[in-house]
């Protein structure tokens, strides 16, 4: 069964810094595209930022361009999410999603991810 961890989460203050992390394990999995998510309270859940799997193509919301980065390290099945100058409309539960696709560019749409994390609580505190 595939499972995917965030972890990294907390409350930060704004300008300040969080490292996200997801693990992806199960079995013989071996994620393709891999993004990120993330759902404010009261609002619907929005793409984040999307990798390939062979870290070489990317896809970022405008919202988070010049301040979020993804990257991943497929030999231990992890996508990273660093994100500086935090704001206090990034609050927000962030999650992880992977995909088995391995020949696919990096993509917002839900429907691509067949696999979800559980999801970790960014705060930015003003």
């Known amino acids: 069964q595939v499972q995917l961890e965030e972890s990294g989460g907390g409350l930060v203050q704004a300008g300040g810094s969080l490292r996200l992390s997801c693990a992806a394990s199960g079995g013989a999995f071996s994620p393709g595209v891999m993004g990120w998510f993330r759902q404010a309270p009261g609002k619907e859940r929005v793409a984040v930022g999307s990798?390939?799997?062979?870290?070489?193509?990317?896809w970022y919301a405008d919202f988070v361009k010049g301040r979020f980065t993804i990257a991943r390290d497929n030999a231990k099945s992890t996508v990273i999410l660093q994100m500086n100058s935090l704001k206090p409309e990034d609050t927000a539960v962030y999650y992880c999603a992977a995909t088995e696709a391995s020949n696919s560019i990096a993509t917002p749409q839900e429907r691509t991810y067949a696999y979800w994390g559980q999801g970790t609580q960014v705060t930015v505190s003003s």
């Open positions: 990798i390939n799997r062979s870290g070489d193509n990317f």
